[in-house]
């Protein structure tokens, strides 16, 4: 049982460049979420689904998009990286939330992403 | 969004101290959960409080949750290195949809 994996751990792009960051779960859960984390900042979400084929922005979702065409994965893309994007990004999953459930969330160790 | 105010920003002690995080706001939160994240890694969650008042204990960890649903603190008893970590608090509101609001984070540095 590997939990939330996450590939790369690291990489550098040059501005304008485009990537995908993998997501892995093997834990069954429903709801995955993308956030990133800076330097003062605290932990910001991106985009969330909330299941398979579903997909939601989160606070900063501008210049990301993202997909879930299998329940076990969610994929965040760059399609024009911009030093601003510089950060470590965190994959997150949790149980289908319900009224008497906290919504209690499993990381990915991250990748840590270099725009210059 | 509602906001988690974590106090203080920065914490260096020696081992055998103890020591109090807190984590406030000015939302009722349904439940409120804290995390501790070492270098290089993703958060990993310690410990969930969902009633006003709730004390839970995790070994020499001590997490409390205030009687109004706002408010929450982490207490340390004799800490240890291998405490050293960031230490976030998330809460899950009743208007914050699927997201939980994350506090910026308790830096802690233990040292033998």
Redo the contacts between chains.
């Keep these: 049982n590997a939990g939330v994996t996450q590939t790369p751990k690291f990489r550098v792009l040059k501005t304008g460049q485009s990537m995908t960051l993998l997501c892995a779960q093997d834990m069954n859960h429903e709801y995955m979420y993308w956030y990133r984390q800076d330097p003062g900042m605290g932990l910001r979400l991106i985009h969330y689904s909330v299941g398979e084929g579903t997909t939601a922005k989160g606070e900063v979702p501008d210049g990301y998009n993202v997909s879930r065409l299998k329940k076990q994965n969610f994929l965040l893309g760059l399609e024009s990286a911009a030093p601003s994007q510089t950060s470590v990004y965190f994959c997150a999953s949790s149980y289908s939330i319900r009224p008497d459930a906290p919504n209690e969330q499993y990381f990915g160790p991250g990748t840590r992403l270099t725009v210059t | ?1 509602q906001l988690l105010e974590q106090s203080p920003q920065f914490l260096s002690i020696q081992e055998g101290e103890n020591l109090t995080v807190y984590c406030n706001s000015s939302s009722v939160f ?2 409120l ?1 804290w ?1 501790r994240q070492e270098p ?6 310690l410990v ?1 409080v ?1 009633t006003g008042g709730e004390v839970k204990k995790l070994k020499r960890l001590t997490f409390q949750f205030g009687d109004a649903r706002k408010d929450s603190s982490l207490h340390i008893t004799a800490a240890q290195p291998g405490d050293t970590g960031l230490y ?1 608090c ?1 809460g ?1 509101g009743s208007n914050s949809g ?3 609001n ?4 308790t830096s802690l540095l233990v040292t033998p």
């Design positions: 969004t349904s439940s959960q995390y290089g890694e993703g958060p990993v969650l969930t969902v976030l998330a899950d699927y997201a939980l994350f506090g910026k984070g």
